[in-house]
């Protein structure tokens, strides 16, 4: 293995890294103070510099108007990106968006990608997607109960959706329901666009989640679907693939949040070093000189650097072997990666005292917003019990 970082990627990286203090760091507060009227259109505005520079959408291939090299890239850049809660939306490769184009890039039909794909990726349009239900357990989707039944080729979808993340404000959804009760269990969905200007398509509530309800993108939805009608071409692949689907969607995305929540370790962790290289705690010695304090920093470096190995090791196999031969890695580093930057965020956040309570550093919002890293995308006693069981197996 070979992760030496080529001249040119550590070109880019150097670009993203200054864009992002000069640029996105000072939209931060926006975002931790609820400014979403100022926010929003200043995000356009960084985003229309980020295309100029030809790094937007490096999820994406460029016949579809990305700047994709390859995944160890993509990863890398994941990272930086992950320093600011606005890196991935400033860039164009945010969830759920990014795993909706690359759905829609792999198995959409020609008139999917024309209407719904080119839009997504250029940015012009949002989206979200509908999977988990309130009163099933979203980690055994095999027991999903929205339907869609096929009526004179017209898709008659029911059923409440919540967890819905960006569903304000997006112009479809990606519904995946119950096309055929007497299936297989594993053919029993499949995937439908759903345009969320439909008739019987509504948005209950943004939820409440730690203290807010967000906005826009910035939000998670509860959703009714109540005989709101699209028409057949909106299925996405064939009828009953939804689970197949689900795992093209989740499974190498998990790379980009592994590296997105390195990216937010890697950030309190510097919030933390500049806070106790000037925190005095008596009339000749600051806090980096206590060694509590460097012991607490050196077990996130620690904890970080070996997870990051984990991570790129992973996107490594990935690209040698295929996604289905590094599944393994894949559910080690969701539930160990959540599980680091937990910690590592928790202890930035004690080393600056009532400082690390205040909305006044990004350190609260990570606190407070990856606590669901170890739920969404697999919760970690899911992905525990798929490595546990084939490393028994075998
Ligand atoms: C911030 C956030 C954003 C999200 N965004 C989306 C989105 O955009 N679209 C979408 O469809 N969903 C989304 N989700 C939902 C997410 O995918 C689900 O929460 C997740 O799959 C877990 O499902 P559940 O909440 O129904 O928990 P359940 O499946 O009910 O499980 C509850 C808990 O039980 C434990 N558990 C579960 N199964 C087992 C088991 N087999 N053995 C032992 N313990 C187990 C776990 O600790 C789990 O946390 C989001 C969730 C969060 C928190």
């Keep these: 293995m070979d992760f030496t ?76 990106l992950g320093q600011s809660p606005l890196g991935h939306f400033i860039f164009g490769c945010q969830a759920p968006d990014a795993g909706n184009a690359e759905l829609l890039h792999m198995f959409g039909s020609d008139d999917q990608k024309q209407k719904w794909l080119n839009p997504l990726v250029a940015g012009e349009i949002r989206s979200c997607f509908a999977m988990t239900e309130p009163h099933t357990a979203g980690s055994n989707p095999t027991l999903l109960d929205s339907t869609a039944e096929l009526n004179n080729g017209m898709w008659h979808i029911n059923g409440r959706k919540w967890f819905t ?66 028409p057949q071409e909106n299925l996405i692949g064939e009828v009953g693939s939804g689970f197949a689907l689900a795992q093209e969607r989740l499974g190498p995305g998990r790379i980009q949040h592994c590296m997105r929540w390195l ?40 904890e970080l650097a070996a997870a990051r190995l984990m991570v790129l090791q992973t996107a490594w196999s990935i690209e040698q072997n295929g996604f289905q031969q590094s599944k393994n890695m894949v559910s080690l580093i969701k539930f160990h990666t959540a599980n680091v930057v937990q910690k590592v965020v928790d202890r930035s ?19 407070r917003e990856e606590r669901a890293a170890r739920i969404y995308d697999g919760a970690d006693e899911v992905h525990k019990i798929v490595a546990a069981k084939q490393f028994l197996k075998t």
């Design 263 to 302: 990216g937010i370790g890697e950030r309190c962790i510097n919030i933390s070093k500049n806070f106790l290289n000037q925190r005095k705690i008596s009339a000749t010695q600051v806090l980096a000189q206590q060694p509590l304090m460097q012991a607490q920093i050196a077990e996130s470096l620690a």
């Design 165 to 230: 993340t960006a569903a304000e404000g997006a112009a479809f959804t990606i519904a995946m329901v119950v096309t055929d009760s007497n299936a297989q269990k594993h053919q029993r969905a499949s995937m439908i666009i759903v345009p969320t200007d439909t008739e019987g398509y509504e948005i209950v509530r943004n939820i409440s989640v730690m203290g807010s309800e967000g906005k826009g993108y910035f939000s998670h939805a509860e959703v009714d679907f109540n005989d709101c009608i699209v």
């Design 5 to 80: 970082i080529s001249q040119s990627t550590q070109e880019k990286l150097n670009v993203i890294n200054e864009f992002l203090h000069q640029e996105v760091y000072p939209l931060e507060k926006l975002l931790l103070n609820h400014q979403w009227s100022e926010l929003f259109p200043a995000l356009e505005n960084c985003r229309a510099k980020v295309k100029k520079l030809g790094l937007w959408a490096a999820n994406m291939p460029s016949d579809v108007g990305g700047s994709f090299t390859n995944l160890m890239d993509l990863a890398l850049i994941g990272e930086v």
């Design 349 to 367: 956040l004690q080393s600056l005292g009532a400082l690390g309570m205040t909305d006044d550093t990004v350190v609260s919002f990570f606190y």
